[in-house]
């Protein structure tokens, strides 16, 4: 059964930092793009970054670019997602995702979320 | 970017009608395109991607349709655990994007 468990959400003041994590089970982590989809309160879904199976290529919203760094450690089947710089309007619940075998073609297994709240 | 339309944005329904969601993609995205329900509080579930696939383990009553721009899911006959948020996606290209939502409710 494939499982996803995303953690490291909580309570930070603006410009500070955070590291999220997603435990993966149950597929072959490494064969698979992950990604992480953020949602504010009240409002729609948000792509925010995907990184290839390997590690060797990542791609980024324009809204997180050089703020957020994504990466994989396969040997340990987790996902993690660096947060600097936090703004206010980064305040969202944060899924990771697993992509679909067919490139990107859309997500087919996501975690729980982690809220991830924004706030002096 | 491409920019995804969604529309309705809210349409209240009938256990039993059949409703139609439409997506409009602002540049061509071919077949690059998915759908998903999500329930308060709970992450979104994929129902189609590539158009018109249904993903595994999806009830048949919902279908997609379309490619290039304009892209549509059809609930054939609305159940009442139908009643959700329903989102497109294009897979086309990077940033990847999401419609604004639809979101069904009980008429």
């Known amino acids: 059964e494939v499982q996803l468990l995303d953690s490291g959400g909580g309570l930070v003041q603006p410009g500070g930092s955070l590291r999220l994590s997603c435990v993966a089970s149950?597929?072959?982590?490494?064969?698979?793009?992950m990604s992480w989809v953020r949602q504010a309160p009240g409002k729609g879904l948000e792509w925010v970054s995907t990184?290839?199976?390997?590690?060797?290529?990542?791609y980024y919203a324009d809204s997180v670019k050089g703020r957020f760094t994504i990466s994989r450690d396969n040997s340990k089947n987790t996902l993690y997602l660096q947060m600097t710089s936090l703004r206010v309007e980064d305040t969202a619940v944060y899924y990771c995702?697993?992509?679909?075998?067919?490139?990107?073609?859309?997500?087919?297994?996501w975690g729980q979320g982690t809220l991830v709240t924004v706030s002096s | 970017d491409i920019q995804m339309t969604q529309s309705p944005s809210s349409v209240s329904a009938s256990v039993g009608d059949r409703v139609t969601i439409t997506c409009r993609a602002s540049?061509?995205?071919?077949?690059?395109l998915a759908w998903y329900q999500q329930k308060p509080g709970k992450a979104p579930k994929l129902l189609i991607y590539?158009?018109?696939t249904l993903q595994s383990g999806v009830p048949s009553r919902f279908s997609g349709s379309g490619s290039g721009t304009d892209f549509t899911l059809t609930i054939s006959s609305l159940q009442p655990e139908d009643f959700a948020t329903y989102y497109c996606?294009?897979?086309?290209?990077?940033?990847?994007?999401f419609g604004g939502g639809t979101k069904v409710e009980i008429k």
């Open positions: 995702a697993k992509g679909l075998s067919i490139a990107v073609a859309g997500w087919d297994y």
């Open positions: 990184i290839s199976g390997s590690g060797g290529s990542t």
């Open positions: 996606q294009q897979a086309n290209s990077f940033p990847l994007t």
């Open positions: 149950g597929f072959t982590f490494s064969s698979y793009t």
């Open positions: 540049q061509g995205i071919s077949r690059w």
């Open positions: 590539t158009a018109s």
